[in-house]
């Protein structure tokens, strides 16, 4: 699928790309790519702005326990076109559809980020938007996922768990 968007650097640690693309499966980022039109650019600024101040926010309480410089903040799934969410057999209603991100810290060990994520919850637990959580999941004891974080624009106050 042709981008019809240069990608640029929206903040210091993220790009426009990260919240088109996220890690969404090839079809889905075709599918993005195909109704990029439906996306608000202002809408992503937003995204990534806030994105930037929480990743600022973990590296200036948190220590890569991995030796990396800094901990990072991958993007899982940004905007996400209202298409790719009935395709899902999801509402088409996610804010994912307006502005909203899913993200997990990485360059850390899975503990770690899965430890930032609990702490992040309740940092915000004021917050006036969207946010919800996706916990970690254990095998034996040992973290196999560390789960993510969801953030959002609505004017309201939304709280869930996946
Ligand atoms: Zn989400």
Known sequence: MK???DNRRLTT?????????????????DMNWKNIAQMDIKNMEKAAAHAQSVRDLINKNFRSDNDY??????ITSGWRCKEWELHQKRSGNSQHVIAAYDAQ???CSKRQAA????????????YEG????????FD?????TPGFIHFDFRGRVARWEY
Do not use: C, D, M, S
């Open 13 to 29: 640690n993220f790009t426009l790309y990260e919240f088109i693309e996220g890690q969404l499966p090839e079809a889905g980022k």
């Open 115 to 126: 430890e930032i994520l609990a702490w992040l919850l309740h940092h915000f637990k004021n």
């Open 105 to 107: 810290p990485v360059n």
């Open 140 to 144: 034996k004891g040992n973290i196999l």
């Open 69 to 74: 410089k800094e901990i990072g903040l991958r």
């Open 3 to 5: 981008k019809t968007l």
């Open 130 to 137: 969207g946010l919800a959580i996706k916990k970690p999941t």
